[in-house]
């Protein structure tokens, strides 16, 4: 079954401090791995898309990795700010078919805190 | 300047009605998505139109009717609202359908139904 689950469901942390979000995907045939970030009550915008042969891949503070052996991904977020409050969606796109499907994960509720 | 826009932003109707949300892109791009977010905040595709054809259908009521007059629109219609309909709306665009390309989400409709 494709699915992508994300941990953890959420994280509190610090302003300034670095963390790590997982994204474990069982998606077959891969095509590419997508990271979102969404505020409250806004649209998610998207922050980095990684294709098969990508390993890492930089975005301001965030850096997202791609393990496409084990099917795991990370989103690094460095010297956290307040802003980067979110949830923050991993999203892998299914490859081959008639259609093209974009299976999306649940998830991680980021409270960064003064 | 906005890219993609929906309106309205906010609709409250009752069970039985019928509504409409509206999608706008000026991106120029060629492919078009409508997304539910439910209340535990998953985001769930529904349609993409790609050159004004209706590419997925994702096990949606046939209740929800998109409807693109033009490449830079995709309106969903809604008939006979349920309470389960309640949700957030999204549309969102990208410059086609295969491909790592950046999807770009408007800022929601959030849909209640009493």
């Known amino acids: ?114 | 300047d906005t890219a993609v826009s929906q309106t309205p932003k906010y609709l409250v109707t009752q069970m039985g009605n019928d509504k409409s949300i509206k999608c706008e892109q000026n991106l120029g791009h060629d492919t078009m998505y409508w997304y539910k977010q439910d209340s535990k905040k998953f985001l769930k595709i529904m349609f993409s139109y790609n050159n004004k054809e209706l590419i997925i259908n994702e096990t949606v009521p046939n209740r929800f009717s998109p409807k693109s007059p033009d490449k830079a629109h995709l309106n969903l219609h809604i008939n006979s609202l349920e309470l389960g309909d309640s949700a957030v709306y999204f549309c969102a665009s990208s410059q086609g359908l295969a491909g790592p390309y950046e999807q770009y989400f408007g800022p929601g409709t959030r849909l209640t139904v009493t």
């Open chain 1, 1 to 114: 079954k494709n699915q992508v689950e994300q941990s953890p469901q959420s994280l509190i942390i610090l302003e300034g401090k670095n963390c790590t979000l997982q994204c474990n995907y069982t998606v077959s045939p891969f095509s590419n791995l997508r990271w979102y970030k969404q505020d409250t009550g806004r649209g998610p915008v998207s922050l980095t898309i990684m294709t098969f042969s990508e390993n890492t891949k930089s975005n301001g503070r965030y850096t997202a990795t791609l393990d496409a052996d084990t099917k795991q991904s990370s989103l690094h977020i460095t010297a956290s700010q307040l802003s980067d409050s979110a949830s923050y969606i991993c999203v892998v796109r299914r490859d081959g078919g008639a259609t093209n499907k974009l299976i999306f994960g649940t998830g991680t509720l980021l409270a960064v805190q003064p």
